[in-house]
């Protein structure tokens, strides 16, 4: 039987999770095209914090999945896993009562020792933190980080022992068709065939869904970090902590322990709210207004940290979807460019289950976590380009389009 050539373009996170996810079906001969080295984009940069403290049933669904596989890979493959814990800040009681229903919901997949904190139980948890403008909090203990680069490395090891085949600097530069209909990719590196090819290169996929004729609009988002050192140890693990609400329309302070005295800290948001970054010309550094910023934020929200001061910093890109969630699945201008992008700032903690979602597509079933209808549906991408509409709408029926795919391969040919 002949196996359906997939090529997966980028090397992060959401892309070596979708190799090897298509690697543990035995169904596929996958080629991940690299066009620096694994996880050079926005994983390596990555706070790399996997929680579920979110408010909608699927937002946790696919982040309670991220957990469960982050911890089986500390389990099965030594990856280094730090279980410390994670604090979402509420400023009023309606904040409050979502969280006492996401912990409802939270159960629903597994995750049982979520609760909601009042003003007093945060500061006997974190006592350098000054919550008076706060009500409360959801908190998760079973949260934690990894490190990103770590992660998506081990990923990309996993894979290659599933027969995966890496290409580094194999940056793809233009494609085109065979004379049975397969994709022919252009790359620094020769030319690779593919019956399917899947778009994951993160704040790169808008190029390189041009490049396929199968447009998507990306806006990858610059985001900074700094290290916070202390000059002596905290003398317990600090949760992480986030001062931001989804939805809310405003970025929000966040911190993670990340050793005995060192804090990593930056702001976050889920919405698009700042111009477009040029992935290609882009400054990796810190800015200094950024670094007065965050030194002001720190001394309101930690005022009790003593000896801490402000060190290191880096630039990363949150490779931001037209309406801010992942888009993963067939796309609708042609079923055979599977989409695994959009995953902004978390996409270490969803990669996973975009990645299985991929797999599950290409595997003729209706994914489990985020198939047709979900927030992560190709279709909507229809609505957001009119271009898209029209002759190629019908295309959008990926279950069918999947299911091709599963009988070209029993049958022994390539799509």
Sequence with gaps: MVSTRVVVIGAGAAGLSTALHLSQTGSFEVTVLEAEHVAEGSSSRSIGII??????????????????????????????????????????????????????????????????????????????LEVGDRVGGLFGPSDGFVDGHLFTNLMGELARRNGVTLMQKARLNGASSGPS??????????????????????????????????????????????????????????????????????????????????LFAGLHTEETIQDASDPDNVSWNVDSSFIEQI?????????????????????????????????????????????????GGNGIQLSPAMGQTVSEYLDGVTPTLAGPGSAWDPARLAGADPALNGAHQNAVDTKTAAGKNTAARKEGAHL
């Excluded at 389990?75 to 409050?96: I, K, M, P």
């Excluded at 050192?229 to 317990?236: A, E, I, K, N, V």
């Excluded at 949150?318 to 801010?324: G, I, K, S, T, W």
């Design 51 to 128: 929680e579920t403290q979110y408010m909608a049933d699927f937002d946790i669904a696919v982040r309670a999945f991220g957990l469960r596989f982050a911890k089986a890979l500390a389990r099965d493959e030594g990856l280094h896993f730090v279980t410390n814990g994670y604090l979402r800040l509420g400023d009023s009681d309606e904040a409050l009562e979502r969280y006492a229903r996401s912990i409802e919901l939270q159960r629903n997949y597994g995750v049982d020792d979520a609760r909601v904190l009042t003003r007093s139980e945060i500061e006997n948890l974190i006592p350098q």
């Design 181 to 262: 209909g397969e994709f022919v990719l252009d790359t620094t590196r020769g030319v690779v065939a593919a019956d399917v090819v899947v778009n994951a290169a993160g704040a790169w996929a808008g190029r390189v869904g041009a490049l396929l004729d199968a447009p998507v609009t990306i806006n990858p988002q610059r985001h900074q970090a700094v290290t916070v050192t202390l000059d002596q140890p905290l003398g317990y693990v600090m949760p992480s902590v986030m001062d931001y609400v989804p939805g809310s329309g405003r970025a929000g302070l966040y911190f993670r322990h990340e050793n005995e005295t060192k």
């Design 295 to 343: 030194a002001e934020a720190l001394a309101e929200r930690l005022p009790r940290l003593e000896g801490a001061g402000l060190g290191q910093g880096w630039a990363g890109l949150y490779p931001m979807a037209f309406d801010q969630q992942p888009v993963v699945g067939p796309h609708p201008a042609n079923p055979r460019v599977i989409c695994a992008l959009g995953g």
